[in-house]
């Protein structure tokens, strides 16, 4: 395996974003970092997608005056990226609106808080005292605000 | 030209519709959506007899497969997209406020459901699934409550997690392939795919359609939805559209990837989602989260279920489905009134006591009790596990026994409070006549079932049969042998 | 010790990656629906541009359920950030220069955005590129402007209409006794503007209704209130 052939070095890109997305999601707590984490995800599975059937040096698939390419490129990819990519707008806009109603009713966009701010208010509405959340992080104002101070950093 | 596309094109056109139609006549925008909903249900029963004796194969802009998408029909997948609009007709949104957007969304989910099952593309069933999941959001967050807007989120979180993997392990299958058509994958596929590159295809896909599954790592956000969403919406993603993704991933598997490892995978899977499942549903001390996590543990019996090797498998998870989808709506639709804290259903039995002999009906049944229908679906999972006589299926069928034990207990937990002699302080609400109706009717169903069981069994037999026939899904879609396009 | 699993998490990962690297055969291309595609398509649709004959084409189901996904983000996004308060505080005008840009550009930008879906079927672009062009044309007077405000009744009803087109059209071709979203007029010469029959009207609609909806969309976030 040649470690400078251009198929190496594409996949490996492709690859590094959707590893660095993943890392977002899984390592961080702020819910905007989360967000971006899924899209550094999403671009990489594009471009996964881009090079299943990437071939070097072959044109696009568009006929110009009538005449035809020797080797055109493979249209199915992309015509996929094209549509994965809108749908990953259209969710992207549409977590960014839920972050702005959860930050507005909660105060907070820790997932860690979001989440123990959510179990209180389904045990609230259910009519039980919340469990003894040993295994829940505890959480100070002191806390949330250096972690609110972490992430706009 | 066939009429099965309308049961997708039609709920679509009338959601895209519906602003303008309301602007003319509220009244006409307040009822198309049923009568839509209606008129192709109709449409799907009308096909149904002919599927039996052959399955259908439709091309979508009639581009000969596999350049163009192909939708497959047999009963199998049929019997799924009927239940998605006949069971969105039944829980049909009532919500006051946002009747007009919840009317669209409704029904984007039954066109999308139904779409999604009878899809034989792989990217077009990613597209429906991505759709059907945005469909979702809206309708947990229809509630409009903050708890419901932050369990949206999380759900949002996993769900694109979830959603980007699968793009991925699709990426890698039509690299391995150069097809998303499903007919000529399974002609590919033993020859392509049977490698540790389709193995990873298969995870990744896993991981993907398994958040809607409630498969075990990527189903945190089952019991806050389930908390947050109103009732009918909570009955109708654990009742239908969590079996869609089930079914997604069955047909995949049956198709597609054929590695002994993906049952090991699903197996352990499905293993870890009954034991977390059910005794997180024994720790829980309200109606909504308890079903919300026995749904997991359900889920799980049917991953476990499909881990059977070859046709006893599917026919299993068949009738663990069909069975759970008669009987999580209508659990979730007597929650609706009985939701919060066990301890305040205390006598909740005199008041309403039509809902209370339902709910024991339906806890016998998922607990496995003879000789309703539960205990047979248990019983078509358990017995061809012990026949493979190997240490992970014992282990497994041990986890069930344990589990259904669990069930019993805290179920009965809820029974007991039902017809307490001392009635709670507050008093209790009834349930709305509509809402008991729908549950009535899906438990009659299964009482139905208990007389029909041997037709009935037969039946679903020969859907499975239909389902695990490869070469007839080959024959049927026929896709034309690809030209050789090698690039040099 | 959270992070210190995902770490771990995260080099499983790694390691699962380089090992389907080396199993992979990267010149695997022996058969393939895109080759396939590429041989007949000038021929069947009577685009010139094979990517926009995939798209609206042979997997014209996949683009309006695209579409519906957008309709449906837009719609809940609508939903969730809700009405904005009457007497919500907004953010002054921007400064000269953007405002007198943005007058200057909308007649140009619509012409871009209509340019490129129009000649989506011959060159690169279309619906979705120009929609995004469309969009923005509306969307940057809100930016110079944050007091003024797009008729969201007005955009609901035009998506809804641009959608419902695009159904139409494929239901047409049912009533021709054809499959569902089957290309139907004349195809024309290739490479025309008129050309590829059907297409370019689905180009528009599609479009239209992206750029109607990503207005929307960031409209509704623009008329977000802002954090106190």
Known sequence: MDILDINIILYSAAFGLMLIGIGGIVISNHLIRIIFGIALLEAGANLLLLLSTYHEGASAPIIVDGSVPAMMADPVPQALVLTAIVIGVGILALALSLAIRVQRAYGTLDMREVRLKLEQEISENAGIEMPSSSHAPAVTTANSAAAQQESGS | ?488 | MRRFTAALFLLGLGVMIAAIYQHMDFSNTAVNAGQAINAVAAEETGAANFVTSVVLAYRGIDTLLELTILFTAAMIGGMVLGRRRVDAPRDPDAGFILRTGADLLFPLLLVVGLYIILHGHLTPGGGFQGGVILASAFFLPLLARPGSSINQDVISIVEGLAGATFIIIGLLAMFDGKEFLTPLLDKGELGALISAGTLPILYLAVGIKVGSELAGLLAHLAEAEALD
């Open chain 2, 1 to 488: 030209m066939n009429l099965l596309v309308l049961m997708i094109a039609l709920p679509l056109l009338t959601a895209f519709l519906l602003s303008s139609i309301n602007r003319i006549s509220t009244l006409a925008a307040r009822w198309i959506g049923p009568l839509v909903l209606l008129a192709t249900a109709v449409i799907g029963l009308s096909v149904w007899p002919q599927l039996g004796a052959a399955p259908l194969a439709l091309q979508w802009g009639g581009f000969q497969a596999p350049l163009g998408i192909t939708l497959y029909a047999d009963q199998f997948a049929l019997l799924f997209a009927l239940a998605m609009t006949i069971g969105t007709l039944l829980l049909w949104p009532r919500s006051a406020e946002n009747q007009l957007r919840s009317s669209s969304l409704a029904l984007l989910l039954a066109g999308t459901g139904s779409g999604l099952a009878l899809s034989g593309d792989l990217f077009n069933i990613y597209v429906f699934y991505e759709l059907m999941t945005v469909v979702s959001y809206g309708l947990i967050a229809g509630r409009g409550t903050s708890g419901s807007f932050a369990s949206t989120l999380r759900y949002l979180v996993i769900s694109g997690f979830g959603a980007a993997l699968a793009l991925a392990g699709i990426a890698l299958v039509y690299q391995a392939t150069g097809t998303l058509n499903l007919a000529q994958l399974a002609q590919l596929a033993p020859e392509k795919l049977n490698n540790l590159q389709g193995f990873a295809a298969f995870v990744l896909m896993l991981i993907g359609f398994g958040v809607k599954a409630e498969l075990f790592p990527v189903n945190m956000w089952v019991p806050e939805v389930y908390a947050t969403a109103s009732s009918r919406v909570s009955a109708l993603l654990a009742g239908v559209v969590s079996k869609l993704a089930l079914l997604i991933i069955m047909r995949l598997l049956i198709l597609v990837f054929h590695q002994p490892e993906a049952l090991t995978v699903l197996l352990v899977l499905g293993i870890l989602g009954v034991a977390s499942g059910e005794l997180a549903a024994w720790r829980a001390r309200d109606l909504n989260r308890m079903l919300a996590f026995s749904s997991i543990g359900q889920l799980g019996v049917m991953f476990i279920a499909l881990s059977i090797p070859g046709n006893a498998g599917i026919f299993a998870a068949l009738a663990v489905m069909v069975h759970h989808l008669f009987l999580k709506p209508s659990m979730f639709l007597l929650a609706e009134r009985w939701g919060g804290s066990i301890e305040k259903l205390a006598g909740a039995a005199r008041t309403s006591p039509i809902a209370a002999a339902l709910f024991v009906l339906l806890a016998l049944s998922l607990i496995g009790v003879p000789p309703l229908p539960g205990f047979w679906a248990k019983l078509l999972v358990i017995m061809p596990m012990l026949a493979l006589d190997q240490p992970l299926y014992y282990l497994a069928v041990f986890v069930m026994l344990a589990a259904a034990s669990l069930e019993a207990n805290y179920l009965f937990r809820v029974v007991m409070k039902l017809y307490d002699k001392q009635p709670a302080a507050t008093s209790h609400k009834v349930h709305a006549t509509a809402d008991l109706a729908t549950a009535l009717f899906l438990g009659g169903g299964l009482i139905a079932a208990v007389f029909m069981l041997v037709p009935l069994a037969d039946r679903l037999d020969s859907i499975a049969a239909q389902a695990t026939d490869v070469s007839t899904y080959i024959q049927t879609v026929a896709p034309q042998q690809l030209q050789s396009g090698r690039v040099q």
